[in-house]
């Protein structure tokens, strides 16, 4: 089988403004290289702290050109690279089409549009009147501030004034100006975007708190009150493939999922009993390309309350890690097993189908495999690990893979990522947009959503190809922690 004759996975990674951020930190922590070109400058201590983040790197030729203006594009990811974004909100996953920003200029900026998406979506940036957003435009100074308060929580409504006083002031106010040349020049350089995004690090990292996704399928699915059904309008409509949008209208980052009853019993008139017990909180990202009756509640423009049904959501593949297995009931108030999981960087509980069969062990599901679930209505309707179906033609096949299962990394250098694995002898390149999740060895035992840049020498690797795309890539990799 193709997956026993790898040694070598090299990942072929875009040597950019900025760099990959990491979510845990080795044992011993690698020797940051400051580029040569800010060593010894005001700026050295700010752009080491950036590049040790991995939130800035330095030019192909080891230099940052700290004097060099930069982009608007460029400045746009330093800032949402500064908060710690979900890797699937930014670059999609195998399976999950990358979130585009909507301006019309963005030709040749494929690059940055995960990004700009992100800060357009979390208010860092409102782009032009005119729909575009310039991304290779020179970032002004009075937009890089108005960009970092933004990324720190700082709202128009907020702050009051009028712009860009109003945000100069408050940086002043907040202490983030120190190392800026006085007065403000027009435009910024990489040097001052640096200093300035190392100077509000702290209250970036504080406004912005790793995502937390609701559970299900545990008490934590229980709901605190009704869902007020009253407010609420009835349509029969779909969610869009990146489960932003339900009908044409934006669904909010905070968006609250009941679900009730069968989708058969759904009607614009129908009615919702008081009980508590019949509702569950879910999540959205179980709704991908699903077209189904909802009651949905709007604010400010936004859709921030749904109730579906219970028999409602994805039909297909699904890819996962799976963290734990839990009873619970389903529609039809049956007892059925569910599965907690990672599906495309999302914690995500599905429910199987009644009599389900071939649910793993725990000993099995936490060492490293992932699972093809096929699902209907959002229920497992049957389970498969690689090795089921790893076969010549197959979608679904385990890339690395040696009799202890699993690979040491040997090896990680420069732009180009060479990872050696302990056996075999083939070349393959990992996707710039896979999934990463890291399988943490303390107790609990249980995976989190990674980043690229968790794998580096040392470390151990699963990987594994899930799409049907004529190329032996990894979509997704397992790091052991």
């Known amino acids: 089988m193709r997956n026993r004759l790898l040694r070598r996975l090299s990942l072929l990674m875009v040597l950019m403004l900025v760099g990959t951020s990491s979510i845990f930190a080795e044992t011993a922590a690698p020797t940051v290289t400051v580029p040569s070109d800010v060593s010894g400058t005001g700026y050295e201590e700010a752009v080491k702290v950036l590049v040790d983040k991995e939130i800035i790197t330095g030019d192909t030729d080891g230099n940052f050109y700290p004097d060099a203006n930069l982009t608007r594009a460029q400045a746009c990811i330093i800032v949402v690279k ?36 992100y ?39 907020g702050i009051g004034g009028t712009w860009p006083s109003n945000y100069i002031v408050k940086a002043t106010e907040l202490e983030l100006l120190g190392n800026i040349p006085s007065p403000l020049p027009v435009l910024s350089t990489k040097g001052m975007a640096a200093q300035l995004d190392y100077n509000a690090l702290d209250l970036i990292s504080a406004a912005n708190p790793p995502a937390q996704t609701p559970g299900q399928g545990t008490d934590q699915d229980k709901p605190a009150s009704l869902p007020d059904t009253a407010s609420m309008t009835y349509a029969s409509a779909s969610f869009n493939s990146a489960m932003t949008n339900y009908g044409g209208k934006t669904i909010s980052d905070d968006v609250v999922i009941y679900t009730y009853g069968e989708k058969k019993d ?16 879910d999540t959205v990202y179980k709704f991908k390309n699903v077209k189904t009756p909802a009651f949905y509640k709007l604010e400010g423009g936004k859709i921030s309350e749904m109730v579906v049904p219970m028999d409602a959501g994805f039909s297909g593949r699904a890819y996962c890690v799976i963290n ?101 002898g083939a070349v393959l390149e990992m996707k710039n947009n896979a999934s990463v999740y890291i399988l943490d060895r303390n107790d609990p035992a249980e995976y989190t959503a990674g980043r690229l840049s968790n794998i580096k020498a040392g470390v151990q690797i699963r990987a594994y190809d899930v799409t049907d795309d004529d190329s032996a890539t990894a979509d997704v990799i397992v790091v052991l922690k």
């Open 82 to 117: 500064s908060m710690n974004p979900p890797a699937s909100e930014i670059t999609g996953t195998a399976t999950q089409i990358v979130p585009k920003s909507g301006f019309s200029d963005m030709s040749g900026y494929g690059w940055a549009e995960g990004y700009i998406s």
């Open 119 to 157: 800060a357009v979506k979390h208010g860092v940036t409102k782009g032009y009147p005119d729909g575009t957003f310039k991304p290779g435009k020179n970032v002004t100074m009075n937009e890089l501030i108005t960009m970092v308060l933004r990324a720190a929580g700082f709202t128009d409504e």
């Open 266 to 281: 759904y009607s614009s008139s129908m009615t919702f009993t008081k009980k508590l017990s019949d509702y569950r909180i």
């Open 324 to 424: 734990e297995t839990i009873t619970s009931l389903n529609a039809l108030d049956e007892a059925v097993t569910g599965l907690r999981t990672l599906t495309a960087a999302n914690e995500i509980t599905w429910l199987g189908k009644k009599g389900l069969t071939g649910i793993p062990l725990e000993t099995e599901y936490l060492q490293g495999e992932l699972y093809e679930l096929n699902l209907t209505d959002g229920q497992i309707k049957s389970i498969y690990k690689a090795a089921d179906l790893g076969k010549k033609g197959a979608v679904f096949v385990e890339l690395s893979g040696t009799a202890s299962l699993w690979d040491d990394v040997q090896s990680v250098e420069d732009g180009v990522v060479t990872i050696e694995i302990a056996d075999g």
